[in-house]
């Protein structure tokens, strides 16, 4: 039986959609307040070095500076995960990436600001960079090394019968970053012992949480408010030295204190994808079934810690979520490296092994002789089951997800027989709906929403969930107005301000349909029963909430979402916990120019298990954007460095992104498999979307021109090379062929009785 | 900053004369973002590479981050404050959902203004012509295709409304 909704499902307009449009939208650097300072930092040129000295005199001297700070100023460690406190606002004693903040200057005006830089002398003793994997891994382990974590996991059982097949394959995913078009900014506050900060995060109550440990003050003096925010991706999770020294100088002068990053600061800032070496070992029997699979990933994390460890985690999360596995093996390590530090791009740590394995199960396909779609079918998961690393799977649409493109494409009559040149590529891909288990450990909800009915019926609705585009206010509105029975025009919003605003975790790990859609749904069903209780129940909503609020005058509802506990005991078993997955399936229709070596995706068929969509045009826009920033990552997105340690592209026009020109046909398919916890039946549709992209691209080059190239992205450089190679009688395979020896602890193991 | 000591500069924005004195080094984007507070303008970059910061200069889109602000001087500007909310391409930009983050937003408006206001009796915002007009706008979250689709929504209200004045 399908439900008839009034406001769910359909193509409604955002409702911050005319105020973005017509440029009256306010994002932080939109802001200027009375005797507001302009704050400017100073970057490291070195990508490892020892800070000898620092000499603020003549920048001091400078007309129109007001304050200048450095490390010392401000001491305090932090970082965005508890076990990752290895931060410092401005460089303590070592920088450890070109364009890490070294001081801060708040001056009368930007052009001040910027020449008071030139005047600050640091004396720095260089010392010699880490760029890479390989020498990271090389380096003596201790406490001066470069090892950051590494764990390992043993789940299930091998199973008895002997393989009928097995491989070992090596694969390189390149780092690459976010690149919202906003710049991040901050405009800090402090009056009579209170901090405002307005920022560009896409975490105020974490960022919140940080800025007070930070300063050692109560929370409830800090205000982390978010104006409208122009695209996170993940790149606005941290809190960034930028926050913190807005703060600080405000401290100092009595002045709001702004700083607005220029784009070339914004790829330092980073907390992007982590490049990963990855090694895949696989078993399988005759018939296609997976026995066994064993996964290794190094990681290259950057300077810092960020969101490390969770993503090192997250690269071994996953592959249980979309394959059934009888035994299962997991290592993982993270190295320190003299680059911006690598965090939480969309798709946290999951694209890149995703990306391995479905490239690792195309080339096994090929020596089963079964056709790689199915192939996949002969191992999916299945709805209401437990994976092999503790993860409950409860709507699992991936079936008709796979079906759905192998269809629309005529997958399984047109692989392996098109036109040399021509190249269909199979993947697949699971994503969670928000992380089960918070950052910081707490029984407490992940979400609350309030809606309050004040005279005249004025209904608002409060939301800590930031809107960084993807629409997330518009989703509790939409969900709320839903179940009252009112147009979403009714409800005013107020959102993302941490003193207004009741705790919400903030915007990531795709959590905010769900936990926020969730807490509204509560709220809006807590307020229509006590409207009823007071009015009685058989009037419509408008007509109760009359009465109801003649008898009361105010009116207040709250909801909440917690999520249901963790299956699995184990260390580490919190981390690839969700309430549901998505699921999705794309196949990628490509043109290679064996003369160019350029790689043209024609045509995109995808499709997505969202379990339902609450808006239709939302979901699709999340779609698109998902494969175009997944098309970016295969075919031309690089964040890659000097020998030096300096960044070869820190600009739009260097760091290359798909174009208009460059977005193939798209051929998208909702599989909605309404999930039994999530509001109305939604899943996430955030992040999944950009995973199976990537592999479906290196699948189809394969197809199209018979060479391998497992190393992203694949360019036209690439592409040559091998085919070169190939002609030459090679393999035409072009990508790592080794793998560091790292010491990984000994694995816990995990068995699904135990 | 010292805007007081700078030369005069006289232009025709959104549609009402205006005249203020700029340094000559200041671009059209720091004019109308820091010194007019028309912030409806973004910066993604300000080299010329993203498009969010795209303003009308006589009805033709530019980078006023690479808009030296006298070159404005006698001409007219035209700015996201100087489309009315009413505007078919405002309207259709909601309707379609091309409106993501909405920084690229502002920018993206206008240049697809420039080019219905030239083109708009023949794109249905599908050819090449709406993306090659569009081609210098970037735009991290959509994918393009609900912006394309709002530029054809646009186009055919536009047509409509054109055919309904001339009866």
């Known amino acids: ?754 | 900053m010292s805007a007081a000591s700078g030369r005069a500069l006289r232009f025709t924005l959104n549609g009402k004369r205006r005249s203020l004195r700029v340094s000559p080094h200041r671009t059209l984007l720091e004019v109308l973002r820091e010194d007019l507070k028309l912030t409806g303008t973004k910066h993604g970059c300000e080299l010329g590479e993203c498009g969010a910061c795209t303003v009308l200069l006589d009805g033709k889109p530019v980078y006023s981050c690479l808009t030296v602000a006298s070159r404005a001087e006698g001409r007219s500007v035209t700015t996201i404050e100087g489309v009315s909310e009413k505007h078919p391409l405002v309207e259709s930009f909601a309707d379609a959902g091309a409106v993501q983050c909405g920084y690229c937003t502002p920018g993206m408006i206008l240049s697809a203004k420039a080019h219905l206001e030239k083109k708009g009796h023949r794109c249905d915002g599908r050819g090449d012509c709406a993306k090659e007009a569009l081609s210098g706008n970037l735009c991290r979250c959509t994918g393009y295709y609900r912006i394309l689709e709002a530029v054809g929504l646009a186009a055919r209200k536009m047509k409509r409304r054109s055919r309904d004045s001339k009866i």
Request: charged share 25%.
């Open chain 1, 1 to 754: 039986m399908t439900r008839r909704y009034k406001y769910i499902g359909r193509s409604l307009r955002k409702i911050d959609a005319l105020a973005k449009a017509t440029g009256r939208a306010k994002y932080t650097d939109d802001l200027s307040l009375p005797g507001m300072l302009h704050g400017r930092l100073l970057r490291s040129p070195h990508a490892y070095a020892e800070i000898i000295a620092i000499d603020i005199s003549r920048a001091s001297k400078l007309a129109g500076v007001r304050a200048i700070i450095t490390g010392d100023d401000l001491p305090a460690r932090y970082g965005i995960i508890p076990s990752s406190q290895d931060e410092s606002a401005l460089a303590i004693g070592r920088v450890r990436y070109v364009g890490e903040p070294v001081a801060a200057v708040a001056a009368d005006d930007e052009e001040t600001a910027a020449r008071a830089l030139e005047l600050i002398d640091v004396s720095y003793r260089l010392l010699t960079p880490c760029l890479g994997i390989e020498e990271a891994a090389q380096e003596p382990p201790g406490p001066d090394g470069r090892l950051h974590k590494a764990i390992a996991y043993e789940f299930g059982e091998k199973p008895g019968s002997a393989p009928a097949l097995e491989r070992t394959d090596l694969f390189f995913y390149e780092g690459n970053t976010h690149l919202a078009l906003e710049e991040h900014a901050a405009l800090a506050v402090w009056k009579d012992g209170k901090l405002t900060l307005r920022c560009s995060s896409q975490t105020p109550f974490h960022l919140r949480q940080i800025v007070a440990k930070i300063f050692a003050m109560p929370e409830e003096k800090v205000r982390v408010i978010v104006p409208s925010l122009g695209g996170g991706f993940g790149g606005k999770l941290d809190p960034f030295s930028h926050d913190i020294c807005a703060a600080e100088l405000a401290r100092r002068t009595g002045r709001p204190v702004k700083f607005a990053l220029a784009r070339e600061e914004v790829f330092y800032c980073h907390r992007g994808r982590h490049p990963s070496l990855m090694r895949i070992r696989s078993a399988w029997a005759k018939d296609g079934r997976i026995l066994d699979l064993d996964f290794e990933a190094c990681l290259d994390g950057g300077a810092y810690g960020s969101f490390g460890i969770v993503c090192t985690y997250y690269h071994g999360a996953l592959q249980p979520t979309t394959y059934r596995l009888p035994h299962y093996g997991f290592r993982a390590a993270r190295f320190s490296t003299n680059k911006p530090p690598c965090g939480p791009k969309r798709g946290h740590g999951i694209p890149q092994p995703r990306c391995a394995l479905e490239v690792h199960i195309d080339k096994a396909a090929e020596q089963l002789g079964i056709n790689p779609v199915d192939l996949r079918l002969k191992n999916l998961t299945t709805p209401d089951s437990i994976t092999v690393n503790m993860l409950r799977i409860g709507s699992n649409g991936l079936r008709e997800c796979v079906e759905k493109v192998a269809k629309a494409s005529d997958f399984r009559r047109r692989y392996g027989r098109l036109p040399h040149g021509r190249g269909l590529g199979f993947a697949l891909g699971s994503y969670l709906s928000g992380a089960g288990v918070p950052i910081y450990w707490n029984e407490g909800p992940h979400s609350r929403i309030r809606i309050e009915a004040t005279a005249g019926g004025v209904l608002t609705l409060y939301s800590g969930a930031t809107d960084i585009g993807q629409g997330s206010d518009t989703v509790v509105v939409t969900v709320a107005a839903e179940v009252l029975g009112i147009s979403p025009q009714r409800i005013r919003l107020v959102a993302a301000d941490t003193e207004l605003t009741p705790l919400d975790l903030g915007s990531y790990s795709s959590r905010v349909t769900y936990m926020a859609g969730n807490a509204a749904k509560q709220a809006a069903e807590n307020l229509k029963a006590e409207v009823s209780r007071l009015a009685g129940p058989r009037l419509s909503f408008e007509a109760a909430l009359r009465i109801a609020l003649e008898k009361t005058k105010t009116l207040e509802a709250w909801g909440s979402y917690t999520p249901p506990k963790k299956f699995g005991t184990f260390k580490g078993s919190g981390v690839g916990v969700s309430p549901a997955y998505s699921f999705s399936a794309c196949v990628a229709s490509v043109r290679c120019d064996c003369e160019t070596g350029f790689v043209r995706v024609e045509k995109i068929h995808f499709a997505h298990d969202i379990g339902r969509a609450l808006n239709r045009a939302c979901v699709l826009g999340q779609i698109e954007g998902g494969i175009h920033m997944g098309l970016g990552e295969a075919l031309c997105e690089e964040q890659v460095f000097h020998s030096s340690g300096l960044h070869r592209k820190p600009s739009l026009l260097d760091y290359k992104v798909p174009g208009l020109f460059e977005m193939p046909e798209l051929d998208i398919h909702l599989v909605e498999s309404n999930d039994p916890g999530g509001p109305f039946g939604a899943k996430e549709v955030g992040q999944g979307p950009l995973i199976p992209i990537i592999p479906a691209v290196a699948n189809a080059i394969y197809d199209a021109v018979g060479v391998r190239i497992d190393s992203t992205p694949f360019t036209p450089e690439k592409v040559l090379e091998a085919l070169d190679a190939k002609a030459r009688g090679g393999s035409g395979r072009l990508g790592p062929d080794r793998f560091p020896e790292v010491l990984f602890p000994e694995p816990i193991r995990v068995r699904q009785d135990a």
